[in-house]
């Protein structure tokens, strides 16, 4: 690719989950929506996803029939190609919504799993309803122990377990509480590589009313949660903000009454961030099952960087 | 750090030891030479770095004492600030000559461990003279053990071993060809996590001569050496392409006869990128004794992106 065939596209790096910058998780997005401009290939997607050495950079593109979506996104790792990620659908519908001064408040993007429906709130923050699980159920206990050991965690501080597969392969400990969850040293191992996983612990009920009263006078949202996720592939270890893990326990925990139909989840701090994941249940039809009823995952976006890159 | 008091900055997102976008190590640059603009505090400067994910992040700032230096720089990983280091040294001279259109060839750059010659030359590629090294000698056994099973090198593939302190505390094994560095892999265990080390391997002559006439038309550099650096600190595995490491071997490999006092280095193969450092000892005067001379370490660099970023 010599200068002299590059084309410049626009670029932004979105803070995710976080409305104050460099506290969330980043996403990088380039703005291929100029038909004047010559689509990206796979190949140079892929390269520029390795080089930002985010854990995600997306590409925003029309859509397939706009009459159905509003943009199309592809979503990378550093090294592969995801059919649908929750940092990036957040991140890209806030670069959509930046780069076009669309005030639109009710969207669909388009990506590999299919049309994904998204809700811009009054604050600003935006969601995306949780896609299916289609693995659940209890985590063997070889793989618990597995993952215990990897991360010093005690057996008996796991309250429960659960495959939480929404596309990534997640599965999810509870753990006794949230200082048990920041406690958590990861100790990269071969064998807990194999997996990915995330740890959940609890606030305090003191906690969180003081966190209400004190820290939630800052940002309004006490979390009731804290996350850490170890997607384990590409160049990742400990993902700051995470989007599906997050949609994936919500699931889990509200179900079981772990968690309220609403709650926030704080994500990030054991890698100096500090991630709100706002998330609850849509429970304005009665007459749907419980289960059957959307679970919104959403957050804050903030834009730190914008310019240009050259492909 | 609310939105309405935000400051907004000049940032570079610059591919260092190479020409070609995405295929060398990129650096971050927030240039803060604006008087107009508030200086970024530590925090910020940390958090920035932090959050960018990139194995360093540079600050742009007017130099103390304009008689005496350019600019002044100050360099981050995720987790800590650097005294020196070699990437972020050439990509923020490049910032520094595209943000002020500056046509300079000599440069200096004032930085913690003090002040430092830059030089351009004739094709763009920018080169710092190698910081002396402060320990070198041969590398204890039981080490190099650690090193070995941790990347799956065999002990008998290990033809030399050396101490090259610069600053980082870096160690440089030499392997019997670049083969067995491409090969490596790194398996990460604590224990080989303590160290910061980088192997070597020469290519075969043969290779080196038909990518002379093959891929070196390309790009005009066969490379004489294959380099991976494991910086192991912070939250950067393996470093896609290291001036400081590379700073080292040169001074070690030229000053014991394996490298001619010219030679073109690649790195970053592993991590699929594809880097040149280009190194040259200066024996311009040859009253000095060959130990004295300086050694120069450069390379190309490509501006990726381009825009501000929001502090």
Same mark, same amino acid.
């Given at each position: 690719?010599?200068?002299?065939?590059?084309?410049?596209?626009?670029?932004?790096?979105?803070?995710?989950?976080?409305?104050?910058?460099?506290?969330?998780?980043?996403?990088?997005?380039?703005?291929?929506?100029?038909?004047?401009?010559?689509?990206?290939?796979?190949?140079?997607?892929?390269?520029?996803?390795?080089?930002?050495?985010?854990?995600?950079?997306?590409?925003?593109?029309?859509?397939?029939?706009?009459?159905?979506?509003?943009?199309?996104?592809?979503?990378?790792?550093?090294?592969?190609?995801?059919?649908?990620?929750?940092?990036?659908?957040?991140?890209?519908?806030?670069?959509?919504?930046?780069?076009?001064?669309?005030?639109?408040?009710?969207?669909?993007?388009?990506?590999?799993?299919?049309?994904?429906?998204?809700?811009?709130?009054?604050?600003?923050?935006?969601?995306?309803?949780?896609?299916?699980?289609?693995?659940?159920?209890?985590?063997?206990?070889?793989?618990?122990?597995?993952?215990?050991?990897?991360?010093?965690?005690?057996?008996?501080?796991?309250?429960?377990?659960?495959?939480?597969?929404?596309?990534?392969?997640?599965?999810?400990?509870?753990?006794?509480?949230?200082?048990?969850?920041?406690?958590?040293?990861?100790?990269?191992?071969?064998?807990?590589?194999?997996?990915?996983?995330?740890?959940?612990?609890?606030?305090?009920?003191?906690?969180?009313?003081? #966190?209400?009263?004190?820290?939630?006078?800052?940002? $309004?949202? !006490?979390?009731?949660?804290?996350? /850490?996720? *170890?997607? +384990?592939? &590409?160049?990742?270890?400990?993902?700051?903000?995470?989007?599906?893990?997050?949609?994936?326990?919500?699931?889990?925990?509200?179900?079981?009454?772990? #968690?309220?139909?609403?709650?926030?989840?704080?994500? $990030?701090? !054991?890698?100096?961030?500090?991630? /709100?994941? *706002?998330? +609850?249940? &849509?429970?304005?039809?009665?007459?749907?099952?419980?289960?059957?009823?959307?679970?919104?995952?959403?957050?804050?976006?903030?834009?730190?960087?914008?310019?240009?890159?050259?492909?």
């Amino acid at each position: 690719m010599a200068a002299s065939t590059a084309s410049t596209y626009p670029f932004y790096q979105i803070d995710v989950f976080t409305d104050k910058g460099f506290l969330g998780n980043p996403l990088a997005v380039i703005v291929a929506l100029d038909p004047a401009l010559p689509f990206p290939n796979d190949e140079q997607m892929q390269k520029i996803a390795n080089w930002t050495n985010l854990s995600e950079t997306t590409f925003l593109l029309p859509p397939t029939d706009p009459t159905k979506a509003d943009y199309k996104v592809r979503i990378f790792t550093p090294n592969t190609e995801l059919p649908f990620a929750g940092h990036p659908t957040i991140g890209t519908c806030r670069a959509f919504l930046e780069h076009t001064q669309s005030k639109k408040t009710n969207l669909v993007q388009e990506c590999e799993v299919g049309l994904v429906v998204l809700q811009v709130a009054n604050n600003g923050s935006i969601a995306f309803i949780a896609p299916p699980l289609r693995k659940t159920g209890p985590v063997e206990e070889e793989t618990v122990k597995v993952v215990c050991e990897s991360m010093g965690i005690a057996r008996e501080d796991v309250l429960d377990t659960q495959w939480v597969v929404n596309g990534p392969h997640w599965f999810a400990l509870l753990l006794k509480d949230a200082e048990t969850v920041l406690k958590a040293s990861r100790v990269p191992t071969l064998a807990s590589k194999q997996f990915e996983f995330g740890i959940v612990g609890q606030y305090p009920k003191a906690a969180a009313a003081a #966190a209400a009263s004190g820290e939630g006078k800052e940002d $309004g949202n !006490a979390p009731f949660f804290e996350i /850490r996720a *170890f997607p +384990h592939v &590409d160049l990742i270890d400990e993902d700051p903000v995470c989007g599906s893990f997050n949609a994936g326990v919500a699931q889990w925990l509200i179900g079981n009454g772990v #968690a309220p139909a609403s709650y926030v989840a704080s994500q $990030g701090l !054991a890698l100096g961030r500090r991630g /709100r994941i *706002f998330v +609850h249940r &849509d429970d304005s039809d009665l007459s749907l099952e419980a289960s059957k009823r959307a679970v919104w995952v959403g957050g804050q976006t903030a834009v730190c960087i914008q310019g240009t890159i050259q492909v």
